[in-house]
């Protein structure tokens, strides 16, 4: 059912942008193509979901297939180093482990259409490295203009173990129409009308705006006692993805209190889970991009699951915290309060959907403060 709050923009339609969930449902059957239908849940605001098919290859790394080669032909090269496993029931993919599986969902697009990919939230806060790779492909996470083939995830679990099952949905594809390109004048514009970043108390505040949208760490002791975020345990348990509000987090999790002088040192090969000191507003008819990793700001990566839909932040009290899935590389590396950590690339959507994210739409993470993935349980 179309949001009758949506009615101002409903009939603003754009050539060029990110394709809304009225869209892709129109074009299923056209270009995007499965053995089994595409269900509802699939849908998001501004991608669908991608499915798990039934086979699944353990391998000894990762790869891009290149310009001359298939998936399935690499992995016919690998021989022996490859374990296939039937996903039709439940398998475990073991930490630090690499896997390949076909997805249920192929493409069959036109010109001037073109897809990315990303790891769901509830993917990326579990640290389960995820990218989509393509027949012929020479970039992770791309499937090209007028792409015709089967698509793949490069599926790797790096802080738990998980179990998984045909079906499951770890990463998500936008549809892009077009070669539009976000600038940071746009993006000052957009903060100068409607608002992009605002204090704890709702007020706008001034955006930085550097090559994208510029968010900083939150870090500071002030006045709330909760933590300041979650670092990953060492365990052999294993989380079954299918289960929600099930897991106890102290299990997984330790809690990192908030610091006295605003610092922290991430170690290297550690995964925290932090929160960004801005609240942070997509407009409906916008839809958003987190910047994973800026050697520029730091040897550490800040995100995972990088797509923010239209409606984020866009509630009764504007703007939500940014959770942030952080890793150091190579050294640890001290951040501190108000450090600019990662940069938001704001996309215009051809037209605003007709389904925001938020409460009504299900979302797991709507009205989010520091959140972990929605398989631990939640607090009162």
Known sequence: MANPNLTLFSDRVATTGVMPVQQIKDAIDRYILSDQPIEPAQLQPSSL?????????????????????????????????????????????????????????????????????????????????????????????????????????????RSFSVRVHHGATLNQLRFVVGSPSPSDRSIRDLHKSQGLVYANDGTVIDANVDKGLTLSIDLELGNDSGPVGYIARSTSAVIDISKTNHYETEKFWKSIARPMDGRIIIEPNHFYILASKELVRIPPDYAAEMIAFDPVIGEFR???????????????????????????????????????????????????????????LGSSYYNQGLTLSKHFVRGP
């Open 49 to 157: 979901d991608l499915r798990l098919g039934t086979q699944a290859y353990r391998v000894r790394a990762g790869f891009l297939p290149g310009p001359k080669s298939t998936v399935l032909a690499c992995l016919e090269r690998q021989g022996d180093d490859v374990v296939p496993l039937d996903l039709s029931s439940p398998q475990i993919f073991e930490r630090n482990h690499v896997y390949i599986v076909p997805l249920m969902e192929r493409m069959r697009l036109p010109k001037k259409v073109s897809g990315k990919a990303n790891p769901k939230s509830s993917t990326g806060r579990l640290d389960i490295f995820t990218r989509l790779i393509t027949d012929y492909g020479v970039e992770f996470d791309r499937v090209p203009e007028a792409y015709i083939g089967p698509l793949y995830a490069e599926i790797s679990p």
């Open 302 to 360: 800040a995100h995972y699951a990088g797509f923010f839909d239209p409606g984020f932040g866009d509630g009764n009290i504007q703007g939500v915290r940014a959770v942030l899935e952080v890793k150091a590389h190579y050294v640890p590396f001290s951040l501190q309060h108000g450090q600019i950590v990662a940069r938001m690339i704001y996309e215009r959507m051809m037209q605003v959907p007709d389904r925001l994210y938020g409460r009504e």
